[in-house]
Each structure stands twice: as C-alpha cells, then as structure tokens.
C-alpha cells in the first residue's frame, strides 16, 4: 500500500521523496448507539479498513488536497491563512477543520501540506471515513510539527472540528474509537468522564460481519441533531425532578419514575432509548467478561428494535438486513451501528454459518429493496499509525 501511495503521490503532485504515508481506521460500534451525547457508554472498535494518507510540508501556506475515491474532484486548494467551510471544498472541510481546530488549541501550523487520501471504508456507510480523517489529519500534523498531544487528545480536537467547522453535533465515540484502537478489543468508553477499558472480543467459532446498505447518508443533513435536541429537551425536563447530569445517570427503574416528568410522547421515546441501551451496553460488556456471547448477542438484537421502535433512526434498508440475519441459524446477533438512516448493521456470525448468512441475507435485501448490500467480515485493528517499510 505505502509504494502504491507513494506512486499516486508522485502522479498527482510531484516530489513524493520527502513523502510519507499514514493510516487511521475506521471504527464499527458493537452496542451502545446514541448514547455517546446523552452522558452514556459505548462499546466501539477500530477496524483493519481505514484511510490511508501520503502527506508533505510545504514552503509556503497553501493546501492541496486529493483523494483516490473522488478522483473526478482532481485537485483541491485551500490555504492555511483562509481556513473556513465551503461547500465547493467538499471532503477536504474535514481535513481543514482539523487545522482550524489545531490552531483554535492554541498550536500554530506554520506552512501548508500536499495531502493524498485513500479510503477503503465504503464511503456514507457510518462506519466513520469523517472521523477517520479527522484523527488520520490530526496524527499527520502531530508527527509533522511535534505538537504535544495524546492520541486521546486527538479524539476531542477531532470531535471538535466536527462540531465547530462542520456543524455536525456529533458525540466522542468516532474520533476516541479511531484514536484509541487496539487490535483484538473493543473500548468500554464512559463518554461522561472519558473513563475507558480496553476489552478482548473474544468470538471463537465466530465473526464480525458487517453489511453496508448502500444507502448512502450524510449525517448534517440527517435527522441526527433532531434526536440530539429531543434528548437534550427531555433531560432537561427531568432535571426539574431530580440531579442528573446526563441521560446516561439513570437506570431503567429510574427512568420508569421520572419519565412523566417529559412532557411529549415522542421524547420520552428518545430518552428511554438512551437510558435503556446504555444499560444495554454495561451488560452486553459484562456478558462478554463472563463469555457469555448468546447474551452480547441478544442484547444487540434489542438494541436493533429499541432503535427501530423508539429511537426511529433505522428505516427499511437497516430494518431489512437486521431482521434477515435474526432469520439465520448461526447468527448470534445483529444490529444496526452508526448514526442510522443507512450506512451498516453489525453481525456475529458462527464461522461455518458466513457464507450462508451472506447468501440468504444479501438475496432479500436484494429482493425487497431493489440493490445489493455489500459484506465484510472484519478484523479489528489498532489505532492510527505510519505505514513503514
């Protein structure tokens, strides 16, 4: 990959000597979803697919930006003395708000960059390229400048180009999942405190399989910071009754006491939601300690229908692949992951089962909606890195 980086590199811009190449994954959310803004937890991991990046200084303050999966676009420009967010500027507002972010902390990036991406995340699948980005353009200028932060730093300036430049409300989990990866384990994050645990997926006889619908979304245009400002509203409403910081401080008993407080049918919706599947997610973990995947894997099949009932964020692509793959005899779970309104389900699957379950699940996917889905069986990987010989 690094020589055929370097190649493009050389193709596009000239002068790949002083080139160097990078990578960041891309993350899969196990459970927890929507939970990571309501104060929750979340139980994500990196991916061995990701973004790779060619990168070089330059002398002067200009960006040149091009990507291998919009080769239509060409070449991109930008400069660092006029970083804002354009619409003509298309993927390149993420690299740039991660500039923008760096030196909104406080680090000055004193010349722009010629930068080459290559992604094999199927792109709008929710299985975060935005992030990816983010934290592969965050670790590139680290390693450019020698700026002193932490890969968890990187996560938060990360979330916060995606929040400030971008405009998308997004939670901590992408950016932390991207950032903080290990291979073989899955991140037991508290997105109140940033409290983490690293925990091994230990799946014997079975897989991760991922199906991407190929309804392709974007999450600013998305209802995403609708069900944001739904569970902002209801917290607040509860806050009237009793001190709680997030929706993530209550267990469902608790919720089931308060929830009269919220005065819409459809918040409380949203905020059951939020209150159950974080308590979801702390016993799918424990399930997974006491190696007990039939229960992780049930606990992910509600989850599916509380986000498909409650929370109405799957729609008929999601709702399609995840109740085909509860149909199959190896599958041991399967839900949605990611901001919803398209993008992927997550699987496990019983290794003998694979071909089966891809086969079947993918013919009434098909049928039903028209296009095919694609398939992956992944590996998790770890966090961003430089791709040396």
Aim: proline share 2%.
């Amino acid at each position: 990959m690094k020589e055929m980086m370097l190649k493009k590199f050389e193709e596009v811009f000239g002068n790949s000597a002083q080139a160097k190449v990078y990578f960041a994954p891309g993350r899969v959310n196990m459970i927890g979803e929507h939970t990571d803004y309501n104060a929750g937890h979340v139980f994500p991991c990196a991916l061995t697919m990701g973004t790779y990046g060619a990168a070089i200084k330059r002398e002067d303050k200009k960006l040149r930006f091009y990507s291998m999966n919009f080769e239509s676009l060409g070449i991109i420009e930008s400069n660092m003395e006029d970083l804002k967010p354009e619409k003509e500027a298309d993927w390149t507002n993420y690299p740039k708000g991660v500039m923008w972010a760096f030196e909104k902390k406080g680090y000055e990036i004193p010349c722009g960059m010629d930068l080459l991406l290559n992604g094999n995340i199927p792109n709008g699948s929710g299985l975060s390229s935005s992030a990816s980005v983010e934290v592969l353009t965050g670790y590139i200028l680290r390693e450019f400048y020698g700026f002193d932060v932490s890969n968890q730093d990187l996560a938060l300036i990360g979330q916060y180009s995606e929040n400030n430049f971008n405009g998308v409300n997004c939670g901590i989990m992408d950016q932390f999942a991207i950032a903080m990866g290990k291979k073989g384990h899955a991140i037991f994050l508290d997105t109140a405190d940033l409290s983490f645990e690293y925990a091994p997926i230990k799946l014997e006889n079975a897989k991760i399989v991922i199906a991407c619908s190929n309804k392709k979304r974007g999450l600013g245009d998305s209802k995403y910071n609708e069900r944001r400002n739904e569970c902002e509203t209801a917290l607040a409403e509860i806050q009237a009754a009793v001190g709680i910081d997030g929706l993530g401080d209550l267990t469902e008993e608790q919720f089931e006491l308060y929830k009269s407080m919220i005065k819409d049918e459809v918040r409380i919706q949203r905020a059951r939601h939020a209150v159950y599947e974080n308590q979801r997610t702390i016993k799918a973990v424990e399930a997974l300690k006491n190696n007990d995947v039939v229960l992780f894997g049930k606990l992910m099949n509600e989850s599916h229908v509380s986000l498909r009932d409650d929370y109405e964020v799957t729609g008929i692509e999601l709702d399609t692949l995840a109740e085909e793959a509860w149909k199959i005899d190896g599958c041991i779970g399967s839900r949605m992951t990611g901001a919803g309104f398209g993008g992927c389900t997550v699987s496990i699957v019983k290794t003998e089962a694979i071909d089966t379950f891809i086969e079947k699940v993918g013919a009434a996917y098909k049928e039903k909606i028209g296009y095919a889905a694609d398939f992956y069986a992944v590996e998790i990987g770890d966090g961003p890195s430089e791709i040396c010989d």
